[in-house]
């Protein structure tokens, strides 16, 4: 079986870069990444990892993105599903759609913590 950290990395990173702020509080580049793993050991893992690959630079209190990508859209469609971040049943679905990647779906109140 794969590792979460393997499988889930080329994600994360897509996800990261498509954030349209410059600077996000350590809190709320933990709540993008929990878009994926709600684990803390795996959420310190990806920090260290989007790090090392230059990714992202720690300053104090703050996530300083430094490789980003503008290629994202959000579609909002009619649906009966139930949110993939927080669980709950939702009518309208937001899907993330990223450079190679479709995340969703999310209600309305999750899709914002994407920072997109």
Same mark, same amino acid.
């Given at each position: 079986m794969?590792?979460?950290q393997d499988y889930n990395r *080329?994600?994360?990173?897509?996800?990261?870069?498509?954030?349209?702020?410059?600077?996000l509080k350590i809190k709320e580049f933990v709540e993008l990444i929990k878009f994926f793993t709600k684990d803390p050991e795996n959420i310190r893992? &990806?920090?260290? *990892?989007?790090?090392?690959?230059?990714? %992202?630079k720690r300053n104090g209190s703050e996530?300083? %993105?430094l490789k980003r990508n503008?290629?994202?859209?959000? &579609?909002?469609e009619? +649906?009966?599903?139930? +949110?993939r971040r927080c669980n709950r049943k939702i009518v309208n679905c937001h899907y993330v759609?990223?450079?190679?990647?479709t995340l969703g779906?999310?209600?309305?109140? +999750?899709v914002k913590k994407f920072f997109i």
């Open positions: 794969q590792d979460f *080329d994600k994360i990173f897509e996800l990261v870069k498509s954030v349209s702020k410059r600077k893992k &990806i920090i260290e *990892d989007s790090i090392n690959q230059g990714l %992202i996530i300083i %993105i503008k290629r994202v859209r959000i &579609i909002k009619r +649906c009966n599903d139930y +949110c759609m990223l450079h190679n990647l779906p999310y209600g309305s109140e +999750c």
